[in-house]
């Protein structure tokens, strides 16, 4: 008796997955007692987890880069501020985040009147030359980029996953 039902146990757990997912489905479809709902998130958890195991570990650093590189974008580093452009009413133009923008105010000599595009990385970067820029300083020909390009000494962690981040974009 107790050996039947290990066994029955056994041909739930590593059954073929169509006869897991049917008998999901079933659960789904019964609006089920709170009982149930455990029952079903253990068995949705039971196939997902394997997934979760193979996951390449060097895509979960590249993922954890681009949420701390659009932190620092959006939140402390205020590329938006030059490098998105705005309507009439002084609104970010939806769809042209990080595109190049006029900077805005009366031009002052030196300074540079637009900004590049930096979604999906500036013309000619590569992600590892934007991270040296925003950590050194030095442009992908070794110079400085003009004012008002702040310019940025960020700690190698950071200038990669603002890096990592732009790339994303598009
Ligand atoms: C105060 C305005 C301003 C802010 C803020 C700003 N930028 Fe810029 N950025 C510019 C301008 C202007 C240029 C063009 C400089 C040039 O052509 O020499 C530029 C150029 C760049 C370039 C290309 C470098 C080159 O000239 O080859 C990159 C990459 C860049 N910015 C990234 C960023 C990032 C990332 C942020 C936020 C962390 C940021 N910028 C914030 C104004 C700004």
Not at 25 to 39: N, Q, V
Not at 116 to 138: C, D, H, M, N, S
Request: proline share 10%.
């Amino acid at each position: 008796m107790s050996t039947q039902h290990f066994e029955k146990k056994l041909v739930v757990g590593s059954g073929p997955r169509p006869r897991i997912c049917a008998a999901i489905a079933r659960r789904f479809s019964i609006k089920g007692a709170p009982r149930r709902l455990t029952i079903q998130s253990f068995l949705a958890l039971a196939i997902v987890s394997p997934a979760v195991a193979l996951a390449d570990p060097e895509n979960d650093k590249q993922a954890q880069l681009v949420v701390h590189g659009r932190y620092i974008v959006e939140h402390v580093g205020m590329c938006e501020d030059c490098h998105s452009p705005r309507d009439s009413h002084g609104n970010l133009v939806p769809g042209q985040s990080l595109h190049g923008a006029p900077i805005p105010g009366a031009p002052m000599p030196g300074w540079k009147t637009t900004s590049p595009k930096i979604a999906g990385l500036p013309a000619g970067y590569t992600e590892a030359q934007v991270a040296t820029f925003l950590e050194t300083g030095r442009t992908k020909t070794g110079g400085a980029a003009s004012p008002p390009m702040p310019p940025y000494r960020m700690d190698s962690h950071d200038a990669q996953s603002v890096a990592a981040y732009l790339k994303t974009l598009k």
